[in-house]
């Protein structure tokens, strides 16, 4: 019931692209940020502010150097969003890049325990730490935007109006995320309780426990009053569907109790 | 089409309970920290680290001094889950607290607009700042785990082995925030592509636009095969259905786009 895992120490993301190897780790972590529909990146906006501060971004990990890096590899964090001027001044200004933290969190059950206290979720999350710097480059935005835009619904960017133009690409900010480090964590599971209550026959007997499955869908596609198009393309029905199904098998799968025949559905 | 709310400018959520009126900034932008199953929680973990980190846990927006005080009025952020020895440590070390940004994301539907530079997301998000410390009265720990617990599930700590131990509360940390700034944003609606592109026939003959809706079910409740309780109760199972529907409802909603009649269900 539950695990945490690192990126392995010394790995810089840097350097030497064979010096580290996949682990199973890196792409657990790279995987739960890529299925992230939302990252939130925090960042000091400057000495004389105690608060870090939060935007919520969408981003997704990648190799525009090695683009058929898998998961488990040494990858970059490409972010797109809200790029307020004061954290682009202090991602231009630092020779490094602005020091950054992204994270992504996916709830996957509720945990309904005997007492409040070993209540739980059944959860996935990430957290990298890392340098971000504007990406200046055109063909490296280009192949960013269409990357972060095929996260949101597979083939899309074939499938709209591309390749962009100059000023689109002038106007559009990328932050490219060089990690130095980060961490995954993952509950699943189902209830767990103390001994004096699970023993305790007068609370077992009138406090029901068990797991909520809690999982995002993705709904019917509504068609814009301007559409042109008569139906919702096959790429956007199968995504739709299949993402939703596979949110919901998980969801369930992780709660690790083996449903009795009849409710297995 | 999306606004962008504030605190406003002097609340410090401190002093005069009746200085700062009600306004429907406030309220909104509690409702949303208060509806998200997660909150992230950024704070710098010290000097010679450059990077802000952030936990994702669990919290709700309540006085316990005016328990009755309504989501407009000012209210602290109580929080939940994994405290760290080092945030435990920097909450207790400075008389003020520890500065932390608290931010709160949902993702409502996917705007599939002509052109990838205009896609978007509908989606609500709140960001507050404040000072965290460590609450230490027995009273109100239990008060606000009662509130959280709550919110997760309504009801369900009258519903599950309560009153805690004092060895319970004792064990268990909750961090109180008084907010001292905060903001929200909305974005709603449907596409909204530029005229170059909807006015251009080859476009919009082949790209489909329209919006899917994204939303959060809860599952069909799984007892645990340690559960003695015969059947689902009616405050978890009523709960379940009618937050599944409100979210469905919701971001169906903020698409604005009027469904033809056959098609509303």
Redesign the interface.
């Known amino acids: 019931m539950g695990r945490t895992f690192t990126y392995p120490k010394r790995s810089t993301n840097t350097v030497k692209r064979y010096a580290h190897r996949a682990t199973y780790d890196v792409a657990a972590i790279h995987s739960i940020v890529n299925s992230s ?2 990252l ?1 990146v ?3 906006p400057g000495p004389e502010d ?5 935007l ?1 971004m ?1 981003g997704q990990m990648g190799s525009f150097e090695y683009p058929s890096a898998d998961l488990g590899e040494p990858l970059d964090c490409y972010i797109h969003g809200y790029v307020s001027m004061r954290m682009a001044n202090l991602a231009r200004d630092s020779e490094q890049g602005l ?3 992204i ?1 992504a ?1 996916k ?1 996957d059950g ?1 945990i ?6 070993s ?1 739980s ?1 059944n ?1 996935r ?1 990430a ?1 990298l ?1 890392g340098y971000a710097k504007l990406v200046t480059d055109d063909e490296e935005k280009e192949w960013a ?2 990357m972060i ?1 095929n996260s ?2 597979p083939e ?2 074939e ?4 390749p ?1 133009e100059k000023s ?1 690409l002038s106007s ?1 900010s990328i932050l490219k995320v060089k990690i130095v480090s980060g961490s995954g964590k993952v509950r699943d599971g ?2 767990s ?1 103390e001994k004096k ?2 023993q ?1 026959e007068e ?27 008569a139906k ?2 096959d790429y ?1 029905k199968s995504y ?1 569907n299949s993402r939703s199904q596979e949110s ?1 098998e998980y ?2 799968a992780a ?1 690790k ?3 009795p025949k009849e409710e297995q559905h």
């Not at 105690?50 to 939060?54: C, S, Y």
């Not at 499938?159 to 591309?162: G, H, P, Q, Y």
């Not at 068990?210 to 009053?225: A, F, Q």
């Open positions: 529909q939302v939130h925090s960042f000091n105690p608060f870090p501060t939060t919520p969408i020091p950054v933290c994270s969190t709830v509720l309904l325990s005997l007492t409040p206290f209540h979720y959860y999350s957290v730490h935007m269409k835009t949101v619904v899309r960017w499938n709209s109006r591309t962009p689109e559009t189902a209830v309780d209550d699970y305790d609370v077992t007997s009138r406090v029901w426990t068990g797991v909520v499955p809690v999982y995002e869908v993705l709904g019917e596609p509504i068609p814009d009053s301007s559409n042109k198009v919702v393309p956007i739709v919901r969801a369930v709660t109790i083996t449903l």
